[in-house]
């Protein structure tokens, strides 16, 4: 029997409000939100990753919707993934984009931690930080490149490409010598 990998998480404080539905096995997107480039890397992020992703996010300012948004995707990814049971675990991408190139490795772990080398708006450094943590993945990133756009969705994608190979289910064991990842 398939266990299904959907997760359904709502995040509202005093400065967001965040609902994001998430299915690691099914493709397509849906997401609301009133900052047209990080709207843009969540759909690139969805597309490239293959998930179907419906996400709405408002909050009082760029900071805490980017930040929010990371702590709720990233808690939507770590329950979608359940015990990681038959995934792949390891994923890793090169991506190219005009002038930028971004290389990614990424481990399903458990542990959530971020490295990244090279240079990217500060907003989206706390991005990726913050999603790693709460979605336990391991993930690091080199960026390089002349136009800040080109160098944050060359991570953007290459971040996507290597999770959509670490999610994959390849069998039914756990990829760990423990047992368990976490």
Not at 86 to 103: C, E, S, T, Y
């Amino acid at each position: 029997m398939r266990v299904l990998r959907k997760a359904v998480v709502r995040r509202k404080t005093g400065e967001v409000d965040i609902y994001i539905e998430l299915d690691l096995d099914s493709k397509g997107y849906t997401i609301e939100m009133d900052i047209p480039f990080f709207r843009h890397m969540l759909e690139t992020l969805a597309k490239h990753s293959n998930v179907s992703l419906t996400l709405r996010a408002f909050g009082d300012d760029e900071h805490h919707t980017i930040e929010d948004t990371a702590i709720a995707l990233g808690t939507a990814v770590a329950k979608a993934l359940g015990d990681k049971r038959g995934i792949r675990r390891f994923g890793q991408a090169i991506v190219p984009m005009d002038d930028a190139l971004a290389i990614c490795g990424l481990d399903l772990s458990g542990r959530g931690y971020f490295v990244i080398e090279g240079d990217i708006n500060e907003n989206y450094v706390h991005f990726f930080d913050t999603f790693c943590r709460n979605s336990g993945m391991n993930v690091h990133l080199i960026v390089k490149g002349q136009n800040m756009h080109h160098k944050i969705e060359a991570c953007f994608k290459a971040l996507a490409l290597a999770f959509r190979q670490a999610k994959e289910v390849i069998g039914e064991d756990v990829l760990s010598t423990k047992g368990v990842l976490d």
